[in-house]
């Protein structure tokens, strides 16, 4: 089994022992458009399951950014103050937003694994 998850608004977390590291899946890269602006929780800050956790701006809009499980911020990816735009060239890479560790590790029963996720997102289309 992976650890990689998925929500169905699209964030996505890779579990690395008790930590995830947080971002949006390509799709909502996509649909946003070019990523102008990302706002990052602060490092300590304990965020809730289903929650907004950040904030990304494109061009077309704003939108919030949920926390896929519930912790603490560990870390942040500072890189995207200066260069939003790796959102959009690296969504599921290099352009994570922050990084958790995890409260509550059952949650992530309630998340998709890959193929779960590319099946919602081609429902979507």
């Not at 947080?22 to 990523?35: E, F, K, M, R, S």
């Not at 950014?65 to 560990?74: H, I, N, R, Y």
């Not at 500072?78 to 994570?96: F, I, K, Q, Y």
Request: charged letters at 25%.
């Amino acid at each position: 089994m992976s650890d990689l998850y998925f929500t169905k608004d699209h964030e996505w977390v890779l579990l690395q022992g008790d930590v995830g590291t947080v971002g949006i899946t390509n799709y909502a890269q996509h649909a946003l458009g070019d990523v102008v602006f990302v706002e990052l929780p602060d490092v300590g800050r304990v965020l809730e399951q289903g929650k907004e956790a950040a904030v990304v701006e494109s061009v077309k809009a704003a939108s919030e950014v949920f926390a896929p499980v519930s912790g603490e911020v560990t870390e942040v990816n500072h890189d995207l103050e200066g260069e939003p735009a790796r959102v959009n060239s690296s969504a599921e890479e290099d352009g994570w937003f922050f990084k958790i560790r995890l409260s509550d590790p059952s949650q992530l029963s309630g998340l998709m694994d890959r193929a779960a996720y590319d099946a919602y997102v081609e429902g979507l289309q």
